[in-house]
């Protein structure tokens, strides 16, 4: 498996108490809408659902979607300390491996 599917973190994973649906989340930034890069991140996120048979809805939210209390800035600033969090995840678990 691990030859066949990339290393996949998603940004938000929610499950909706009410109805215990659960959705894959992505957030991306506006100037990327209908990039090469969120069609492959959306084409790698339904292979993973699939893959592991989750029951999960994949959705794709741009800066532009989110109505909150923070800024652009705040949410850029918020993704940038995602990658981190997720390159150091990647990096801990390449060095478990060896």
Do not use: C
Request: hydrophobic residues 35%; aromatic residues 14%; charged residues 40%.
């Amino acid at each position: 498996m691990a030859n066949t599917l990339p290393h996949y973190i998603p940004d938000l994973l929610i499950r909706r108490w009410e109805d215990h649906r659960a959705f894959l989340i992505e957030i991306k930034d506006d100037k990327d809408k209908g990039s090469e890069k969120v069609v492959r991140s959306e084409q790698i996120a339904r292979n993973y659902i699939e893959h592991f048979r989750f029951d999960w809805e994949y959705k794709v939210i741009f800066y532009s979607e989110i109505q909150s209390a923070m800024s652009k800035e705040q949410i850029s600033i918020f993704m940038k300390e995602v990658d981190i969090k997720t390159d150091l995840y990647k990096f801990k678990r390449e060095f478990e491996k060896n």
